[in-house]
């Protein structure tokens, strides 16, 4: 019986143009000059060319204008929902502390049981209303000012955290305007620092990212 192999590649074309649009084929020695750093070695039977999948540098589909970082904005859910799970967490832990605490002289039964959860629960509730809105205000002040002032920077981190402070310590009067402001100011600062300690001690990479 004779081979034909003229058929079967005409066969073969005729199959590629039904299934891959007749992509174009490459010998064994073309593949093997193809670099393929950081890959594993490629079928020659691929229907694809092994140079359109190497990328040296990172791809991102973007919307016009934007930036590779989040905002303050699309950080403020985050900041806001992860502060009062904090708060309820470590408002349920000081809870049930201190209804271990109050009720160490009284025997295990269910009135103990129902003080212990009431002060979990209300202990919780409190710490999550409390850093939910000094992330609330934190975030706010942040994305104002940074409308305001058209840049994202540190200044916008310590400006905000000043006035959420002063904010929320306003009940106290002009004292407590003046403390919140202050811890505010050292705790915004600190982070700043924090934030930035990679380019304070010249450790920095171009592909850091920063959250404010």
């Not at 409308?147 to 981190?157: C, L, S």
């Not at 955290?161 to 009067?173: D, E, P, R, S, V």
Request: aromatic letters at 8%; hydrophobic letters at 40%; glycine letters at 14%.
């Amino acid at each position: 019986m004779d081979n034909n192999p003229q058929g079967s590649g005409g066969l073969k074309a005729s199959l590629g143009g039904l299934f891959g649009g007749g992509a174009p084929e490459y010998s064994n020695t073309e593949l093997a000059g193809v670099p393929l750093t950081g890959m594993s070695p490629l079928s020659p039977y691929l229907n694809v060319d092994p140079r359109y999948l190497i990328q040296d540098t990172d791809e991102f589909i973007l919307p016009t204008g934007a930036n590779k970082t989040r905002g303050r904005f699309e950080l403020a859910f985050f900041t806001i929902g992860g502060s009062c799970i904090t708060g309820a967490s470590f408002g349920a832990l000081n809870g049930l502390r201190m209804g271990l605490k109050e009720t160490r002289d009284m025997a295990w039964s269910k009135p103990r049981n129902v003080q212990i959860i009431n002060m979990v629960t209300r202990q919780g509730a409190s710490w999550a209303n409390t850093l939910g809105s000094v992330a609330l205000l934190y975030s706010a002040f942040g994305v104002v000012i940074e409308k305001v002032r058209g840049a994202e920077d540190d200044i916008n981190t310590v400006a905000a955290g000043t006035l959420t402070g002063m904010l929320f310590k306003a009940a106290g009067g002009l004292k407590g305007v003046a403390r919140g402001g202050l811890a505010g100011l050292a705790l915004s600062s600190a982070y700043a620092v924090y934030n930035n300690w990679d380019h304070l001690t010249g450790t920095s990479s171009p592909s850091s990212s920063r959250l404010y």
